[in-house]
């Protein structure tokens, strides 16, 4: 997976986008669409109204939306959470991207969303092609290890087999899994969402929205393994 990208997530302009000035004003504005979306609007029409309220760019629209949601949702993901530490020897089903980039961003330095859902969320992207970085070693170690600690018997990973060299992160994974002892199975398929949501046996990781809304129950290690961090690039739009 050779690539000039040495980190994941992490923007020069950052610094000034979600600055100290900006933070009540990204806050106000999650604030604003998550009431918009719980009154039934659509969340283009509620992204753009509330964009240009605020004079957002592009990046910053990109960050109200992900952490945003409305009401309903908000209550809907919370009733259906299992609390870490009550996940005993539960089976667990992983949104794999989803989960590893929000933990290479942390560990490069990317910008983390604490989000109104009580998730944390990235705005990094990998636009159809997985390019390794030197934090994606120390974040699967940093999962696995985690897991262990949970004592966890049985994770399913699914990784989205159209994103290019998913075969050689899997490959990468196993070598990972069988140096370090993680009880882990990785396999790749086309929808790892649609597929998550059918394993109602086993307990969902994601962050993503609709997996939350439509799997009978999750657990938010992405927050927990974040929480260990001693420095992450945070930024905290829970209160709103």
Known sequence: MP???????????????????????????V??????????YSSNSSLELVGNRY???????????????????????????????KIGEKPLVIDGYNLLIT?????????????????????????GTYRRVEETMPALTLIGDSLNKLSTKEVQWFLDKPVSNSGRLKTLMGELAGKNKY???????????KVIVEWEDHLAISSDGWVLDSVKHWTNLHKYILNTL????KLDLQHT
């Open 3 to 29: 690539s000039k990208q040495k980190h994941r997530g992490a923007h020069s302009n950052d610094v000034i986008l979600f600055g100290p000035k900006w933070v009540p004003v990204l806050r106000q504005a």
């Open 31 to 40: 604030g604003d669409m998550s009431w918009l979306l719980s009154k039934g």
């Open 55 to 85: 004079r957002l760019n592009k990046r910053q629209r990109h960050a109200v939306w992900r952490g945003c949601c409305s009401d309903q949702a908000m209550n809907g993901r919370k009733e259906k959470e299992i609390k870490l530490e």
């Open 103 to 127: 933990v290479e961003a942390a560990l490069g330095g990317g910008l983390i969303l604490y989000c109104r859902d009580g998730t944390v969320r990235d705005i990094a992207s990998i636009h």
């Open 183 to 193: 009880s882990w199975n990785i396999d790749l398929v086309n929808n790892p969402d």
């Open 230 to 233: 001693p420095e992450i690039n």
